[in-house]
């Protein structure tokens, strides 16, 4: 069956979410608590990150994330690089990895609230990002390059962010890219339980015969790469 099952079953994982540690309003362990109480497999923070040192905000979100361990859902760390100049996200990105970062997205060329051109094109080429957020308009070729280095494209839930949705999932559809459908929650009511993710992509053009792909077994291999097997 291609529709995704019951809401309650623990499928859902949300790449993209914001606590008080940058511009969300939630803290780090009431945003990982909401998600469980939704059912969710596994929550990421991806705080705001741009040219500071990262340590500070990563050291943080691990040790909140430590508290968490072994519960009901799997607490991801990591970061959204947000405004850099393009020549900066590769080693931006490589840097918060080595200061604990699991996942790196970066805020890609969405057009409510813009980000340098070539944003974009940077993130999928950088060999260091997981997944490209709200991409915006993607230019022709870039759900291409997001294959080829294995970036996810998302499907934003978030209302300004989402204009674009359609767009991104006929590119990555025609191109092969992976798809995953993501909150950027800012605060706890804002995070998507699985069946309203599935309505999401659905309104965004994601065949009926794909929801599985985009809602868990997409999910599902980037869990496993951030946390192994
Ligand atoms: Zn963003
Ligand atoms: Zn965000």
């Known amino acids: 069956m291609a529709q995704a099952r019951e809401p ?122 997981d997944v490209l957020a709200h991409p915006g308009l993607l230019a022709p070729g870039d759900a291409a390059l997001a294959r080829a280095n294995s970036v996810a494209l998302e499907i934003s839930g978030r209302r300004v962010h989402s204009l674009t949705n359609g767009h991104v999932v006929r590119e990555a559809l025609r191109a092969g890219a992976e798809l995953v459908v993501d909150s950027d929650a800012h605060a706890v009511d ?12 659905l309104g965004a053009g994601v065949p009926p015969t794909r929801l599985e792909r985009v809602l868990v077994t997409a999910p599902d291999r980037l869990v496993r790469r951030i946390r192994g097997p």
């Open 8 to 129: 309650g079953d623990r499928r859902r994982a949300d790449f993209h979410s914001h606590s008080l540690l940058s511009d969300g309003v939630a803290s780090p362990r009431a945003m990982w608590e909401g998600a469980e109480a939704l059912a969710h497999r596994a929550l990421a923070l991806t705080d705001h990150l741009s040219l500071e040192d990262p340590a500070p905000l990563l050291d943080r979100l691990r040790r909140e994330a430590r508290a968490l361990e072994g519960g009901g859902i799997v607490p991801i760390v990591g970061v959204e690089l947000t405004r850099l100049p393009p020549r900066r996200i590769a080693t931006v990105a490589r840097a918060a990895r080595r200061a604990g970062a699991e996942i790196v997205i970066v805020h890609g060329e969405t057009l409510m609230e813009p980000v340098p051109p070539g944003t974009n094109r940077a993130a999928l080429e950088s060999g260091a990002v």
């Open 190 to 201: 804002q995070l998507i339980p699985l069946e309203m993710a599935r309505k999401i992509a």
